[in-house]
T-cell receptor, first 113, second 115 residues
């Protein structure tokens, strides 16, 4: 079945450091890929998405490129801020799953000043 | 636009009891999905409602049931609560006509604690 595997955390970075959170997926069809962010005590917020191979999603300085050949969707940011501290979830859905999302287990990021 | 709203925000129940959680979807959205997020885990799909019927279901027992009303709002019911049902329950809404590659808008969740 469809699934998402993402880099385990927690991740601790200094402010202005470069961030990469790895995400790989398994899907029988042609999924759309997403990154959601969850701040403490809150629900999920869409960070970015890509709907087909080679698409790049971007938002708030974060980027991720849909790589079909490596079945990956790694999240990157060139310079993290303290306010980026949160849990990040990689997710997919596809025609095979209807509108059901499959999520990774989440990666906790803490940015220290 | 109020987005997706859920109530209550926190709930404490005793093992064996029943609980009802509520969700109002984002304006213009007609499809509601429910997810269970255990501590330290990613959300797991419970079921999805559209046109007042359950359309898809994840790997959850029959103790979990739902309902969708004509105004698209939804309820999640859990019977015979177990300690393992303690989790954050998230409601997500989406517009059906955008099929499968639309993003879902999530509510803030209901934190259920079973003691």
């Amino acid at each position: 079945g469809d699934s998402v595997t993402q880099m385990e955390g927690p991740v601790t970075l200094s402010e202005e450091a470069f961030l990469t959170i790895n995400c790989t997926y398994t899907a029988t069809g042609y999924p759309s890929l997403f990154w959601y962010v969850q701040y403490p005590g809150e629900g999920l917020q869409l960070l970015l998405k890509a709907t087909k191979a080679d698409d790049k999603g971007s938002n708030k300085g974060f980027e991720a490129t849909y790589r079909k050949e490596t079945t990956s969707f790694h999240l990157e940011k060139g310079s993290v801020q303290v306010s980026d501290s949160a849990v990040y979830f990689c997710a997919l859905n596809s025609a095979n799953t209807g509108n059901q999302f499959y999520f990774g287990t989440g990666t906790s990021l803490t940015v220290i000043p | 636009d109020a987005g997706v709203t859920q109530s209550p925000t926190h709930l404490i129940k005793t093992r064996g009891q029943q609980v009802t959680l509520r969700c109002s979807p984002k304006s213009g959205h007609d499809t509601v999905s429910w997810y269970q997020q255990a501590l330290g885990q990613g959300p797991q799909f419970i079921f999805q409602y559209y046109e007042e019927e359950e359309r898809q279901r994840g790997n959850f027992p029959d103790r979990f049931s739902g309902h969708q009303f004509p105004n698209y709002s939804s309820e999640l019911n859990v019977n015979a609560l177990l300690l393992g049902d303690s989790a954050l329950y998230l409601c997500a809404s989406s517009p059906r006509d955008r099929v499968w590659n639309t993003e879902a808008f999530f509510g803030q969740g209901t934190r259920l604690t079973v003691v």
